[in-house]
């Protein structure tokens, strides 16, 4: 006989519950390497400071001094942000002389900003991950 110990409560008690369904999703899953870029990018958004040169950008087209002036960053740390928001094509750069202007990069990533910067702001969010002390 088991005791209670043995009992694992979130275990299934069978294989599939929904065999189609899991077909169907599966069928719709991206691939692996697809997966991995999205939680890059979400990795990237992840960055409070990087979070607010994006939440920066929903405006339009800044240079980097204007950046690190709005964010509190160095221009150096800015610059360096950005490198890294281009290599993943979140934003996107126009060079004028010397000066380098950031814009978002299209139109899907406003779209994933405004719709995070919505979710928080009707939201109270409980965040377990952060300490009480």
Known sequence: MKSSADVQPDACSVRLVDPERVASVNARMPGEEDIVDTADVFGLLGDPRRLKLLVA????????????????????ATS??????????????????RNAFYRLDDAHVRMLLDLAVAH????????PERSQA
Do not use: K, W, Y
């Open 57 to 76: 950008l929903l405006d339009g087209e800044l240079c980097v001094c204007d950046l690190a002036a709005i964010t509190g960053l160095s221009e150096s």
């Open 80 to 97: 360096h942000a950005l490198r890294l928001l281009r290599a993943h094509r979140v934003v996107a750069v126009r060079r004028d002389g």
């Open 120 to 127: 928080t702001e009707h939201t109270d969010a409980i965040h």
